[in-house]
């Protein structure tokens, strides 16, 4: 079955100190891997994903297939990185499974100053 | 472009009425979704849809029923409203296969929902 597992609901962490959001997953073959962001009064949004292997606003992700994570991780914390972090994983690009994308169930991400 | 749309932004009903949910996108998107927002459940989804007449169940897809008759539009009925439908819906739309980057979902701002 898919699942996505976020096992912290919230985490704290000072300005400038690293930060790691975990994630492990579930899936039957090969999936794709996002993280999206809800900032506080905005829509929901495409953060990264691991097929760009790409670094935004500092954060960036791997995917380990063999622990099966994709935990998101920035060196130093920003306060606007305060946010909702969700996890979500869909069906490779090529199948119609990648129209089916399943969250996990959230990480808040606080940062004291 | 407006992107994705959701009307109402808040609902309020009472258990046992019907209502929809309207979502609409204007970038000509294959796949839309809906999803419910709960705390500490995350987004759920409900239904989705690769294309016009073509719908499927997500993970909670019991007491809800959508349909797809346009590529814009995909509304999500409630037939009968229970308490345990008080939610945030999004709903959600990607370009599909055909697209450069058809996985990235646009989420519209959301309906906050209320049965009493």
């Known amino acids: 079955a898919q699942r996505v597992t976020q096992p912290e609901k919230l985490l704290s962490v000072f300005k400038g100190a690293p930060v790691e959001l975990k994630c492990n997953y579930s899936y039957s073959g090969s999936p794709e891997l996002f993280w999206y962001v809800q900032y506080s009064r905005q829509r929901l949004q495409l953060l990264l994903r691991h097929i760009s292997r790409e670094s935004i606003k500092g954060f960036t992700a791997d995917l380990n297939k063999g622990e099966t994570s994709f935990h998101l991780k920035k060196p130093f914390a920003q306060e606007e990185d305060s946010a909702m972090y969700y996890c979500?994983?869909?069906?490779?690009?090529?199948?119609?499974?990648?129209?089916?994308?399943?969250f996990g169930s959230g990480t808040r991400l606080s940062i004291r100053p | 472009n407006a992107g994705v749309t959701q009307t109402p932004k808040f609902q309020v009903l009472k258990t046992g009425q019907s209502m929809t949910l309207q979502c609409a996108q204007d970038m000509n998107h294959e796949y839309m979704s809906w999803y419910r927002q709960d705390p500490g459940m995350g987004l759920r989804l409900i239904h989705y849809s690769v294309g016009a007449g073509i719908t499927d169940q997500g993970e909670v897809p019991n007491g809800y029923n959508v349909s797809r008759s346009t590529t814009e539009d995909f509304p999500l009925r409630l037939l009968s409203a229970a308490p345990s439908q008080t939610s945030v819906y999004f709903c959600?739309?990607?370009?599909?296969?055909?697209?450069?980057?058809?996985?990235?979902?646009?989420f519209g701002p959301g309906t906050r929902l209320t049965v009493l």
């Open positions: 959600a739309s990607s370009e599909g296969k055909t697209g450069s980057s058809y996985n990235e979902q646009f």
């Open positions: 979500a994983l869909s069906g490779p690009p090529t199948s119609e499974s990648a129209s089916k994308i399943i």
